[in-house]
């Protein structure tokens, strides 16, 4: 953190904080983060434990701006942040159309809590199929109708220092100045071996016995012999045909080239689902070892550091909870780079305040 960054008097509130990616990398940019809201109570010691923030369990449809104004304290800069559950945009069929608002709830009474508090800073981050919903361009005009400067793009993460071909949707808006998008790093692509190769071997079903963490999912006797069949960065295409599932054998399954794969050591990993710990529902089997990603592994490949803690100690590692939580998540490094072009956009208005102090 430089030190204009640390005299800046801002605070931000999560309006879906989850376990906390957008919070902690927000705060590893220097940007504190007193509070976070999600409806997903399983979310609480994940968030609090690593955030140390409060985490308040509602639903935003049933929240107001003043039930979270406390949170900001004497904050001259108030930033309101918001990653709204994906799952209604990206599961989708391309050609599809929302049939009615509710649809899109999520983003609406976001946008609607952004106009009772109108905070001086606003990130929307989400997924890119959503930039061409008629949702968002309504989001974008009413905060323009409101005061705000807008920017927003599609950010391919694999420039922020994520090992991941995930691509997201980016909206920062200020009602200070025009704002922009975070600038892509100048290092090269980190890479699956950079982020994984260190870890504890592992057979398939088996858990490390160091960290909890890192545990696989068990393969049935037909899915190992399809991963000892497979190619990095290829996928059930290089199998004997006795191996197929009968769905594959026909020409209608042919379209299913990005299932039954393993990842590349040299290369970003694929985007991770909610399910990177089954090995049939990506190319999400590991380079060399035969079996699918551990959670530990899907963890570190959306940039949560190795000392992020999912799981109360002593609780049961539940595979579905935890793959949703890390799948769900916004990348830490992501969220780092999203919040240093919001201090930088601050220190300047911090340096216009100081050149010219009646304004």
């Not at 190769?197 to 858990?207: F, R």
Request: charged share 20%; proline share 8%.
């Amino acid at each position: 953190m430089s030190e204009s960054t640390s005299q800046i008097n801002a605070q931000a509130f999560d309006m879906f904080c989850s376990i906390g990616g957008l919070t902690y990398g927000l705060q590893e940019a220097g940007i504190k983060v007193k509070a976070g809201l999600d409806v997903d109570g399983s979310c609480r010691y994940a968030y609090e434990t690593n955030c140390q923030a409060t985490f308040l369990k509602a639903d935003i449809r049933d929240v107001s701006y003043s039930d979270i104004s406390e949170h900001f304290d004497t904050a001259e800069y108030r930033i309101l942040v918001g990653c709204a559950p994906c799952q209604p945009f990206s599961s989708l069929p391309s050609k599809k159309k929302p049939e009615s608002e509710s649809e899109w709830i999520l983003i609406v009474e976001f946008l609607r809590i952004i106009l009772e508090g109108r905070p001086e800073i606003v990130l929307m981050e989400n997924v890119p199929q959503l930039i061409s919903q008629p949702v968002y361009e309504a989001f974008k005009q009413a905060l323009a109708a409101a005061g705000y400067h807008v920017s927003s793009g599609i950010l391919p993460c694999v420039q922020f220092r994520v090992p991941q071909l995930r691509r997201r949707l980016v909206l920062l808006a200020s009602l200070l100045d025009e704002i922009d998008l975070p600038k892509p790093d100048p290092m090269p692509p980190r890479t699956v071996r950079q982020v994984i190769k260190t870890l504890p071997p592992l057979e398939q079903g088996q858990s490390s016995a160091i960290d909890p963490l890192h545990i696989c999912s068990r393969l049935n006797p037909i899915n190992l012999k399809r991963i000892q069949a497979s190619k990095p960065g290829r996928s059930w295409r290089d199998w004997p045909t006795d191996l197929l599932p009968d769905c594959y054998k026909k020409a209608s399954g042919h379209s299913y080239g990005s299932v039954y794969g393993r990842m590349q050591w040299d290369a970003p990993a694929p985007t991770l689902t909610t399910q990177f710990y089954r090995y049939g529902t990506g190319r999400f089997g590991h380079p060399e070892q035969d079996r699918a990603l551990s959670l530990r592994e899907g963890a570190l490949l959306q940039t949560f550091p190795e000392h992020y803690q999912f799981v109360e100690p002593g609780k049961k590692v539940s595979f579905s909870k935890i793959g949703r939580h890390i799948g769900n998540a916004v990348p830490p490094t992501l969220a780092t780079a999203i919040g240093k072009a919001m201090t930088d956009h601050l220190e300047k208005e911090a340096m216009k305040r100081c050149l010219n102090p009646m304004t």
